[in-house]
T-cell receptor
Framework: GQNIDQPTEMTATEGAIVQINCTYQTSGFNGLFWYQQHAGEAPTFLSYNVLDGLEEKGRFSSFLSRSKGYSYLLLKELQMKDSASYLCANYQAGTALIFGKGTTLSVSS | DSGVTQTPKHLITATGQRVTLRCSPRSGDLSVYWYQQSLDQGLQFLIQYYNGEERAKGNILERFSAQQFPDLHSELNLSSLELGDSALYFC?????????????FGSGTQLSVL
């Protein structure tokens, strides 16, 4: 993706908390998305942040700092089914929703 | 189920050939997007159509073309196929074409070029 950076891989254990970070280019900002993608399946929408702060949705929360070009996805009470890729994305001028390369999260028991 | 339908699910073909991938957006959605996903490149934006017109272009090769028909379904045509075109191709749709709209993805077409 265009200047969207996130770690390639992360590992965690069941019941733990994990934070997946994302940095992006701030010019022309129009909101920050997080998608979840299980191997071989379609990406599915998790969250959208357009204002600074934390948005909580069940076990998942997403945070945004527009001035820092920074977001994170927080996953609590991890379950095995949370093993997936997590994609950070934003709209960039003249194009469409542009995705980072994704963070592959492996949850072990 | 996202409501976005893609066919076929799998496609196996040879180098030099041409294939057509089809996408039907969610009912009421006017905007269709095509993405290519390979292991090393992640999810790459190819092209967007809105209500029949091309709206935005990404990293789409000249060998690839797309269109959106009056009934709003879309087709992605890939020609002179190369081994490197093997990938998962996703279609997504949204209601309009506004920044800030979430996209709904189809289940993808897995293309294998042998």
């Amino acid at each position: 993706g265009q200047n969207i950076d996130q770690p390639t891989e992360m590992t965690a254990t069941e019941g733990a908390i994990v934070q997946i970070n994302c940095t992006y280019q701030t010019s022309g900002f129009n909101g920050l998305f997080w998608y979840q993608q299980h191997a071989g399946e379609a990406p599915t929408f998790l969250s959208y942040n357009v204002l600074d702060g934390l948005e909580e949705k069940g076990r998942f929360s997403s945070f945004l700092s527009r001035s820092k070009g920074y977001s994170y996805l927080l996953l609590k009470e991890l379950q095995m089914k949370d093993s997936a890729s997590y994609l950070c994305a934003n709209y960039q001028a003249g194009t469409a929703l542009i995705f980072g390369k994704g963070t592959t999260l492996s949850v072990s028991s | 189920d996202s409501g976005v339908t893609q066919t076929p699910k799998h496609l196996i073909t040879a180098t030099g050939q041409r294939v057509t991938l089809r996408c039907s957006p969610r009912s009421g959605d006017l905007s269709v997007y095509w993405y290519q996903q390979s292991l090393d490149q992640g999810l790459q934006f190819l092209i967007q159509y809105y209500n029949g017109e091309e709206r935005a272009k990404g990293n789409i090769l000249e060998r690839f073309s797309a269109q959106q028909f009056p009934d709003l379904h879309s087709e992605l045509n890939l020609s002179s196929l190369e081994l490197g075109d093997s990938a998962l191709y996703f279609c997504a749709s949204s209601a309009r074409a506004l920044g800030g709209e979430k996209l709904f993805f189809g289940s993808g077409t897995q293309l294998s070029v042998l």
